[in-house]
């Protein structure tokens, strides 16, 4: 931002002087849950994107994010995997979608 002319040397230090501190002396759980809601908000758009361009996309968690890492040869103590995203197209000729039975919103949510 800095360097495109977008924010002064000032605002830019201002910034710098306020959060890497916070990043730097944060606990690993602050940084984990942190980088959590990041990464699936990239991952929310990338799925959006992927629908726009005519693919469909499933997210899956529920598995051993330390194993996940050192599969994919990363780093478990600073590479958390957050989530995997199965993308494709979809075949018209495979077998009809499952359906599933869903709570009404009523049921579940009351407002006053």
């Known amino acids: 931002m800095y360097q495109s002319k977008k924010v002064t040397k000032e605002a830019m230090e201002a910034a710098l002087n306020t959060f890497m501190p916070l990043y730097e002396k944060a606990p690993q759980e602050m940084l ?17 994107v992927a629908r726009e361009h005519g693919y469909e996309t499933n997210a899956m968690a529920g598995y051993d994010a330390k194993k996940a890492a050192i599969v994919m040869g990363l780093d478990p ?4 995997p957050v989530m995997a995203i199965a993308i494709g197209k979809h075949d018209p000729k495979a077998e ?4 599933t039975t869903r709570y009404s919103l009523a049921d579940l949510v009351d407002y006053q």
């Open 32 to 48: 984990v849950v942190d980088s959590m809601v990041d990464s699936s908000l990239a991952a929310m758009q990338f799925m959006l």
């Open 77 to 80: 103590k600073q590479y958390v």
């Open 96 to 99: 009809a979608e499952i359906t």
